[in-house]
């Protein structure tokens, strides 16, 4: 069992954490092409207490690699980019648009991820392996989800129309690689 506190074991404990968050990414994926939408909340949550624990496991029993840094954003790719652009996609867009509209939601979907993924790619580029920064540069992929889930919330309770989100995720796509600078927690 030594292999789960070696930093150059693939599938030591950290990043068996973070394939957890990435198996709850999957299954919420699966569920929101379900319609599933409540239990794909409650799996894409899951994904965001794994990517918590994965970091605090990494830091504590001193497990980061440069494969736990690719991993980790592999993992936040799918759990903080893919999975609530799909969700709100998929249960805003596509039952309440046509046409032009649902045409403008799938651009503003495509370019959410994009910059999702810019913002990871450059994470990586500058991230030194155990490495913790004061401050991020533009708006993390965790919190830009978050955003999405509340802007989700917002509409479901009536208080964001159908349109404004389309809006606002444009904003906060623009935001990940923005220079706001956020402070790590």
């Known amino acids: 069992m030594k292999f789960l506190y070696s930093s150059r074991s693939h599938f030591n404990l ?29 799996f894409a949550w899951m994904g965001g207490a794994f990517d918590i624990m994965d970091g605090k496991i990494a830091r504590k029993h001193n497990l980061s690699s440069e494969f736990g840094i690719q991993l980790d954003s592999f993992a936040d790719f799918l759990s903080f980019v893919l999975v609530p652009v799909f969700f709100i996609f998929q249960a805003i867009y596509l039952t309440n648009y046509s046409g032009f509209w649902l045409f403008s939601a799938g651009i503003a979907s495509i370019y959410y991820v994009i910059s999702g993924l810019r913002r990871l790619i450059q994470f990586n580029i500058n991230a030194d392996a155990g490495e913790v920064q004061k401050f991020f540069t533009g708006v993390p992929t965790p919190l830009g989800a978050i955003l999405l889930w509340v802007f989700y919330l917002g509409n479901l309770a009536g208080i964001l129309p159908n349109f404004s989100i389309i809006i606002l995720m444009i904003i906060t796509a623009w935001s990940l690689n923005s220079t706001i600078k956020v402070p790590h927690p």
């Open 14 to 42: 950290a990043n068996l954490v973070t394939f957890s968050n990435i198996a709850a990414g999957l299954i919420a994926t699966y569920l929101i092409s379900q319609n599933i939408f409540l239990w794909a909340a409650v």
